[in-house]
């Protein structure tokens, strides 16, 4: 049996643990046990077992601080599972016309399922993709050196002229997040004029075709945006 697949039948969470750990270092660079736990809605206690269980597999290393760092090995699993978390992605949306708001939680349930070859074979299909198609680069990818330093759409201010990047993968597991962005058409590469601030929301005019919406200020600190204007 094919590695990955093998640590999935043995310890289930573990694609979930290493591919969670990458992505907290990579928007946070630090992976603490409180941050893990926190992301993966689990106890402290729950997150120090499978951290252990995690370094006795040779997954992952603690510093002194308590930092958690993936090992080599805990950095290719990791890598392998989010790029087929990626390609489900989008072999939901583009081939089978799945919603774009409901694919990921989809992606979650088949990501440790599927072999080398199948994904292999996908990447191929759906023409290399460099990222999913909420924004989100492909690990170890060039998209992935630019993207996720951006700026936060909450942080673009009154009158700018901004084009979303991603919708980060934390956002994606925010309740109702997805579902809002799709409703007023937040995707990657759409532009928006940030037309009115406050407190609570952000007034957008999508540039495309005038259509205005709004957004709450948590929504928005999860969207990376580059800004082409003012
Ligand atoms: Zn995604």
Redesign the pocket.
């Known amino acids: 049996m094919e590695k990955l697949l093998e640590l999935a039948a043995k310890f289930p969470a573990a694609s979930e643990y290493l591919s969670t750990i990458y992505l907290i270092r990579r928007d946070y660079e630090k992976v603490t046990n409180a941050k893990l736990a926190e992301r993966m809605e689990v106890s402290r206690p729950a997150v120090s077992q499978a951290v252990k269980r995690l370094k006795s597999l040779d997954l992952v290393d603690q510093d002194l601080y308590g930092l958690i760092k993936l090992t080599e090995k805990g950095e290719n699993y990791a890598s392998s599972v989010l790029r087929r ?2 390609l489900i ?1 989008h072999l939901l949306v583009d081939m089978l016309a799945y919603p774009w708001e409901k ?2 939680v989809e ?1 979650k349930n088949l990501q440790d399922k599927i072999s080398t070859e199948f994904t292999n074979h996908l990447y191929e299909k759906l023409g290399r993709p460099d990222r ?5 680069p492909m690990p170890g990818s060039e998209a992935e050196k630019t993207i996720v330093k951006s700026t936060r759409l909450h942080h673009a201010e009154l009158g700018q002229v901004v084009r979303v990047q991603r ?1 980060t ?1 934390e956002g ?1 597991e925010i309740p109702g997040l997805l579902h809002a962005c799709h409703e007023f058409g937040i995707r990657p590469n759409e532009i928006f004029l940030v037309k009115e601030k406050n407190e609570e929301n952000l007034n957008l005019v999508r540039v495309s075709d005038d259509a205005r919406g709004v957004i709450n200020n948590l929504f928005a600190s999860y969207i990376d945006i580059e800004t082409i204007g003012i």
């Open positions: 978390h990626y992605e694919s990921d992606a999913c198609p909420h924004g989100n919708i993968e994606e």
